[in-house]
């Protein structure tokens, strides 16, 4: 079948496209990238335009201009027309034009200095490399724009294939299967099946395709523009190189019946051009496609017929349908007529049925893989066929086939970080909190913690490298850079592929226990536990290898390994390599809250030098509950790629580095600019397990003491935990002297969209300020620091300033809801503040370089290992409360103390006057059971004392309720510390 249709494409082709091809580059300026490419990295340098209201000039300008917008999630990006054009012209003013007479006139220049959006997209990413390509079809999938599918053939023999590029899209809905259970669907769009549907032009045709494809694909209320049609800005250009492009785009119910158009998910193909011109797109159309529209107004050929009836006697086409019809198996409700008299919504409404009715028949259903099987039969190119992303992938797969079950292999191959590295993490920071000291001298103690720290890192370091590492080392570390690339790229989508797989199981396992065990917390724990530990990301793989440099370094240390022989010297240099091309890179690991001091210092050293020690950075970081944005927000601002996804339970904060154009160092004052992201603060996940507040405090402490801006992300409905979370970090603060910083603090409110938003929360910005403001105080009570403080005094804030409201990120209803405009601009708005500020910063602050850097990490690492108190609490209210019951308890046990003391000295005295004849050899037993009578009294008067507290009424109980138990136990010590010491006592006096 498909070798009828694959008669010479080529003997169509109107114009001469490669000339037209060459014109367009040079037009838009983009020649130089046609051999090298576009990189993504040169897309996110920063640029005086950051900081500008910058409107492309000249035709030069567009590329920028659509690459700038769509990384800022703009849906303008897509527009072509050039700004202040009026100005230019002498002829601009209206004075002029009327005094020329000619008011009226067909201005037809226009259109030829003009360029059709689809050509634009076309020249840019032939112009790009694939890892920009597949940024800017992620993106554009984000904005809802229809992805190009099939790029026409310009600097190729044939048309490509774009499926490389759609990677990395991932895609949330909810069938309407699901609809009851609340469940939902969260796949790469690669890997999903759903019919397909393609529209086609034959002949030429008045009526617009793409415009009827918006309108059907639309939700109900909220008209939004998939495709580009003509009468959008500079829609109606003659496309000059766009030709034969076939584009997709899909619809995705949300799992609302009365709102979804159709009830599981569908593809829409959308060929440009005429189908004449263009059978080798038409052929791959008909394969791949449940059903083929033909939107025509005289017929030659072919399956499903829109027929636009303009002349009012399409009875010669009729009869020629009609003939065809029994050849074609055609039946009556194939043929939708449009005349000018149809309307439009009844004939939208038309076409939807037909769709319906497609899809309730069982159509075919592939995946965009799938459809690649098919274009290689047919002979069109496939992005992902190029040599190394090949060889990069079958890299990435031989480590891959070997995870089976995700907790297993970290448990068994990822052997450094779990639990060795949880102790040696408690083990470093027991060194600093000697918390556990008891009664052994505080040098032993030390001692013997050194001597447990060294010997975990001996086995760490005698851990052989296991396989998987083995070919993930040679990955990064041998590969060339674009091999490279695609090898990092194949690991990250099959171990989010996975990752997703196994999350969704836990999750249904999760809502069926939760379900019948009720509240049976350790079950619920025990699942949160696993939840978290399945989670497998490139950065597990880097942590390990960090964690073998750590081993390494140390045993060196000691002497215990010669200098010569380090296997893994070279890896921080593989891994400052990878920060330069923009790799996000670990600084704290959130598990087992710690960092690898040695080796980020280290990649970071190399990092320095690599920079021939130009390396003046300005540190941006966030700070927010989980799940509120975050990483989108970075992503949006800076083009950054921080994983974005509602299901992730990693935890911990990652740098990726952002150069500043030479040209523009100067003004900002620095050459790099540093962001870090955080994940997992306040996760729900992982809020039951041991030791949560104190991860996430210290975190928290430690991601704004390094920076310079922190942007503390405030949803509404999670405002007080990141209070909590603020309250601790001025505690911290306080305590630790070495914080000689005060980082510029930016409140961001997100899904605030009213305008009036600034004014009216006016109230609630001067309550946000006494509040902080209050906590600050405080806290410098409970510090005893009687000095008035305010939270001004300890970060950069200014209640009028910093504090920026932020409309929802979606416009509409997801999963086909566009990225709100407002949402774009806003977070646009922050960015042009934030290096305004930085630039005017720079004047009277000279920003740190790597290695001042890597000090301020070490110093701050350290203060934060020996704070202990404070960051083990969830907010200071809590610490207060905690506080005053110790205060309370230090009372009781130094009344019990003090009874045993005298009880002891008093027999002491009895037994020194009496003969030795005299004492009984059951004297000492006798004593005993006094002794045991005496403490088990002190001890209920301690319970008792204990019980009436917590009843008596004291404000904030409830928050220490939780602590009641530790104080029995400490009761419960103490007595058997007296009962010791009561008996040894007695014994000695008897032996005297
Ligand atoms: N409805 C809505 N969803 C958002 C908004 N911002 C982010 N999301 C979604 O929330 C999820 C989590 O976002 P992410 O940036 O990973 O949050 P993070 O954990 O704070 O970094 C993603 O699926 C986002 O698409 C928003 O303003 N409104
Ligand atoms: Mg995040």
């Known amino acids: 079948m498909p070798a009828l249709w694959d008669t010479g494409g080529s003997q169509f082709c109107p114009q001469n496209k490669p000339q037209s091809f060459q014109g367009l580059l040079s037009k838009l300026n983009l020649q130089e990238y046609q051999s090298t490419k576009l990189r993504l990295r040169d897309v996110l340098e920063i640029g005086s335009e950051s ?36 100005c230019d012209d002498e002829g601009g003013s209206e004075d002029a034009q009327i005094a020329g007479g000619d008011v009226f006139s067909f201005n037809d220049t226009d259109i030829r200095e003009s360029l059709h959006p689809l050509d634009g997209l076309c020249a840019i990413l032939l112009c790009s490399d694939s890892f920009l390509q597949q940024e800017i079809l992620s993106k554009m999938s984000m904005c809802q724009f229809a992805l190009p599918l099939l790029l026409p053939a310009l600097n190729t023999p044939k048309c490509t294939l774009m499926l490389w590029a759609m990677r990395d899209i991932v895609r949330k809905w909810r069938p309407h299967s699901l609809a009851e259970s609340r ?5 790469s769009l690669l890997l999903t099946s759903m019919p397909t549907i393609s529209f086609v032009r034959l002949g030429s045709c008045s009526f617009s395709k793409s415009k009827l494809l918006n309108d059907v694909l639309s939700p109900s209320q909220q008209h939004h523009d998939f495709f580009i049609y003509r009468d959008m800005e500079s829609g109606n250009v003659p496309r000059e190189i766009a030709d034969g492009l076939v584009e997709i785009s899909w619809y995705f119910p949300g799992g609302r019946e009365n709102l979804d158009l159709f009830a599981e998910p569908v593809a829409v193909t959308n060929l440009r051009g005429d189908t004449e011109s263009h059978w080798l797109q038409f052929s791959f159309s008909t394969v791949v496609s449940s059903a083929v529209f033909i939107v025509t107004e005289s017929i030659t050929t072919k399956y499903y017929f829109i027929l636009n009836c303009k002349n009012g006697n399409p009875k010669e086409t009729l009869g020629f349908l009609n003939k065809l019809a029994p050849v074609l198996n055609l039946s009556k409700p194939q043929l939708l007529v449009k005349d000018s008299t149809t309307n439009n919504a009844e004939f939208v409404q038309k076409v939807k049925s037909a769709i319906k009715g497609i899809m309730s028949s069982s159509p075919k259903r592939t995946n965009l893989e799938g459809m690649a099987v098919t274009a290689r039969e047919l002979g069109i190119q496939v992005d992902e066929d190029r040599k190394e992303c090949q060889s990069a992938s079958k890299q990435a797969r031989e480590i891959i086939v070997e995870i089976k079950d995700v907790a297993k292999y970290k448990r068994d191959m990822l052997r450094l970080q779990g639990d060795l590295l949880e102790e040696l993490s408690k083990v470093e920071k027991e060194l600093c909190r000697m918390r556990r000291q008891g009664e052994t001298a505080t ?8 001597e447990k720290q060294l010997d975990l890192r001996r086995q760490q370091n005698q851990c052989d490298l296991i396989d998987g590492l083995i070919k993930f080392i040679s990955g990064i570390g041998q590969l060339p850079s674009i091999e490279k690339h695609y090898f990092l790229k194949w690991m990250k989508f099959s171990l989010d592929h996975i990752t997703r797989e196994n999350l969704f199981k836990l999750w249904d396992q999760y809502k069926e226990e939760s379900k019948m065990a009720g509240d049976d917390p350790q079950a619920l724990a025990m699942l949160d536990k696993l939840i978290s530990t399945t989670s497998l990301g490139v950065e597990h793989f880097m942590r390990e290898l960090g964690q073998f440099y750590e081993a390494e370094c140390s045993v060196v240390k000691e002497g215990n390994k010669a200098e010569c022989h380090r296997p893994f010297i070279h890896l921080p240099g593989i891994a400052a390599d990878l920060m330069l091309e ?3 890179m670990e600084l704290i690991d959130g598990d087992s809250s710690n960092i690898p001091l040695q080796w980020v210092t280290d990649v970071l050293t190399k990092l320095h030098a690599k920079l021939e020690e130009r390396s003046r950075m300005v540190v941006i970081t966030v700070l927010g509950v989980q799940s509120t944005g975050k990483s989108t927000l970075l992503n949006t601002m800076f083009g950054m790629k921080f994983a974005v996804s509602s299901g992730r339970c990693t935890r911990g904060a990652f740098m990726m580095l952002i150069k500043v154009a030479e040209n523009f160092q100067q003004d900002l004052g ?24 104190q991860h996430d405090n210290e975190l928290a402490t430690l991601v704004i003491g390094l920076s310079d801006i922190t942007i503390v992300n405030m949803a509404m409905e999670n405002a007080t935990e990141m209070k909590d979370v603020l309250q601790i970090v001025v505690h911290a603060f306080l305590r630790m002297e070495e914080i000689g910083q005060k980082p510029n603090c930016q409140f961001v409110h997100q899904n605030v969209s009213d305008v009036s938003a600034h004014d009216q929360n006016m109230r609630d910005r001067k309550h946000l300020l006494e509040q902080l403001n209050e906590m600050t105080k405080a806290a410098a009570r409970m510090e005893k620091q009687c000095k008035k403080v305010k939270f001004s005094c300890i970060m950069d804030y200014d209640a009028e300033k910093h504090n920026w409201y932020i409309p929802g990120l979606w416009h509409g209803v997801p999963p086909m809801a566009p990225v709100n405009m407002g949402y774009s601009e806003s977070v646009c708005e922050l960015k042009k503040y934030l290096f305004d500020f930085i630039k005017k910063r720079s004047h009277n602050r000279d920003p740190k370089d790597i290695p001042q850097f890597v000090k301020w990490v070490e110093s701050l690492w350290n203060a934060v290992k020996h704070e202990n108190f404070i960051l083990s609490f969830r907010n200071s209210l809590v610490a207060e409360a905690y506080n005053q019951l110790s205060m309370k308890y230090s009372e009781w046990e130094w009344h019990f103390r003090k009874e045993i003391h005298l009880w002891v000295s008093e027999k002491e005295t009895v037994i020194q006057s009496q003969t030795s004849e ?15 009578e005496k403490l088990q009294y002190e001890k209920q008067k301690v319970l008792d004392n204990l019980q009436d507290y917590f009843e008596s009424g004291v404000s904030n109980l409830h928050l220490i309720e939780k602590y009641r138990e530790d104080f029995i136990r400490s009761a419960t010590c103490l007595t058997n510390e007296l009962e010791s010491y009561s008996e040894n006592k007695c014994e000695e006096a008897i032996r005297i």
């Open 183 to 187: 469940g939902f669907r969260e796949e």
């Open 670 to 693: 620095c050459d790099f600019i540093l962001v870090i992201d955080t994940e997992g603060l306040k996760a729900q996940e992982l809020a039951k397990l041991e030791d949560s507040y």
């Open 918 to 932: 005299k004492l009984q050899a059951s004297a000492l037993s006798m004593l005993k059971n006094e002794a045991q």
């Open 443 to 450: 040098e032993d103690y030390k001692c013997q913690l050194r």
């Open 582 to 584: 923009g790799f996000p």
């Open 51 to 86: 900081t500008e209201n910058w409107t492309p000039q000249m035709f030069g300008d567009l590329p920028w201009h659509f690459l700038r917008k769509l990384i800022a999630l703009n849906g303008t990006a897509r527009n072509t027309s050039l700004g202040h054009r009026a």
